[in-house]
């Protein structure tokens, strides 16, 4: 492997630390402020893999990114509107494919990824692929595909279940509810680190023999099952949505939601406050999905490669089936819409 590799989205370079031999790969968008991940950057990280995998010198693997404050995964104008059923497709497997030759590599030196900031989808996927993850105390995750008429479609569910247990990858995965730092050391997610260098202390963790005391907790649950299947109800349930919906249209009507920065801007405001009071909507067809997935994958694990590949390629095929529904549309348009009404997703279940 040459000494660095630099793409537009991916650099990997050489390091040494604690006597050992290993490798650093930085992924940054440099045209997004969120930091999203296009399908030539999975392209650039498969290459760059290639390169590392084939290297035998090396004992550890340390992902790195940008210190921005929020992060995103996918481009979901990839996924507005009328689709190119192609250029999803694609996108979806080599996602797959890319934790797959994580998990190959894995087997050959540690893999330890860093996380900061609040992080949505694709951008705390791709973090998890790796064996071991920690993060800073100001971190939070959110599988947010449900809410938008998804699943999490990079291997999001497999390595939560890997980590901890099938209940907390139901908690996290059907519902989309954001999961603090502290919960996900509580859960066997992470460990924390609190001082001012955290890839020092990730470089620590690739370099030492034991386990991180943070992932010796996966019999916890987040969320107990009738607590959970309650929550999934209420929240699937379109009736309340329908409600606000009628509320923010009469108010707008009546003006009641205008200020000196525009009507529109404090509309979305104002919806944005009352549905994280409400619970964001679960699109019904995106949680029965997850919940299939899970139930067949319950019983694996890390060493089961076979089986790894295998739910790799069912989630895409099921993220991709979803593509095709109308609630995807619904979802989809409620992020990426500037009409304050359209932001409310009433799913349909088809």
Known sequence: MPEMISGKYVTVSKKKHNGQSGILLSFINPDSKVNVVPLEALQEMHHALDEVGEDSSLS???????????????DLALFHGDIDPAAVRDYLNLGAALDFKIKNISRKMKTVSLMQGERFGGSVEWPLMT????????????FSEVNIGLIPGWAGILNVMLRSNKENARYMAATGNRVTAQEMKDYGLVD????GNILEDALNIATQHEVPLGFNATGKEMCPGDKLDQMISERTDSRKYEELEKEVSSKLQTNDLSNDKGRENYAGSYISQRLTRLGKPLAPLAVAATMELIDRFSGISREDLEQIRKMGECEAQSCFRLMKTLDRKIGVNSVLTSNPIERIPIYVGR
Do not use: R
């Open 60 to 74: 550890f693997m340390v992902f790195t990114g940008s210190q921005g404050k929020v992060h995103a995964g996918a």
């Open 131 to 142: 064996e071991f993850s920690v993060c800073t105390p100001d971190t939070a995750i959110q």
């Open 192 to 195: 924390i680190v609190s001082g």
